[in-house]
């Protein structure tokens, strides 16, 4: 299996949820883990959390609870965040950048900068 993290923005006001009466407090992101399977289509999200990092430790703990389960993590998708071995852990996880996070990333800055102001600064 893989698994996928990245971060999403919110928009930082408190929201009212109708159905459930209930009303959340403001933040301005969403840390989301994805686990994702390596040769068929599914995903499952298995970890969000409001307003914090994903540290080592959260990662290492993760991996840990799915492989508890009898799930076998061999690679983790990431923008950059950080990506390292369990220490003590006998088997592989390769680390991958998310490339279309960076191409999204890239075409933020032309879009604000420009394409000749990038390639001056250099």
């Known amino acids: 299996m893989v698994l996928s993290m990245d971060e999403m923005q919110n928009d930082g006001r408190y929201c009212y949820d109708q159905t459930a009466d209930q009303i959340f407090?403001?933040?301005?992101?969403?840390?989301?883990?994805?686990?994702r399977g390596l040769a068929s289509?599914?995903?499952q999200q298995?970890?969000?959390?409001?307003?914090?990092k994903v540290t080592g430790d959260l990662h290492f703990h993760v991996i840990k609870r799915l492989?508890?389960?009898?799930?076998?993590?061999?690679?983790v998708v990431s923008h950059m965040g950080g990506i390292s071995e369990?220490?003590?852990r006998k088997k592989k996880c390769v680390g991958f950048a998310d490339v279309l996070?960076?191409?999204k990333l890239l075409r933020n800055n032309f879009l604000d900068y420009g394409i000749y102001s990038?390639?001056?600064e250099q």
């Open 25 to 35: 407090c403001p933040c301005k992101n969403v840390q989301v883990i994805m686990a």
């Open 41 to 43: 289509k599914w995903k």
């Open 46 to 52: 298995i970890f969000y959390d409001f307003d914090t």
């Open 67 to 75: 492989e508890e389960r009898g799930f076998i993590v061999v690679a």
């Open 86 to 88: 369990p220490v003590g």
């Open 101 to 103: 996070h960076l191409i």
């Open 118 to 120: 990038c390639i001056m």
